[in-house]
């Protein structure tokens, strides 16, 4: 079973920097596209940044300047650095990937999304 573990949430003060991480574990064959969403209080989950394995990266306007968003493919794992933080960023920000799974001989493509992550922001 494919499984992503975002770390890196917290409580930090308006114009600081906060880093996350995604992490993915089990029987991976390859990832191709990884990805940052995030869901505030009453709010749609919406789009932050994505890369892919070739790190051709997006960002939503709201972020671009201040997120950058990477990875190491030799740890399937996506890092998200936040920096110059507002109040309006706080939100629970969950790790995406589009994953090619292998039991076997047999392979199947899965979208997986982790647990989630929360970043408080204060003003």
């Known amino acids: 079973q494919v499984q992503l573990v975002e770390s890196g949430g917290g409580l930090v003060q308006a114009g600081g920097s906060l880093g996350l991480s995604c992490a993915a574990s089990?029987?991976?064959?390859?990832?191709?596209?990884m990805g940052w969403y995030r869901q505030a209080p009453g709010k749609q989950r919406e789009l932050v940044a994505t890369i892919s394995h070739g790190d051709n990266t997006n960002y939503a306007d709201s972020v671009k300047g201040r997120f950058t968003i990477s990875r190491d493919n030799s740890k399937n794992t996506a890092y998200l650095q936040m920096d110059s933080l507002k109040p309006e960023d706080t939100a629970v920000y969950y790790c995406?990937?589009?994953?090619?799974?292998?039991?076997?001989?047999?392979?199947?493509?899965?979208?997986?999304w982790g647990q989630g992550t929360l970043v408080t922001v204060s003003s």
């Open positions: 995406n990937a589009d994953v090619v799974e292998v039991r076997g001989f047999t392979y199947r493509t899965l979208e997986v």
């Open positions: 089990g029987s991976i064959f390859s990832i191709s596209d």
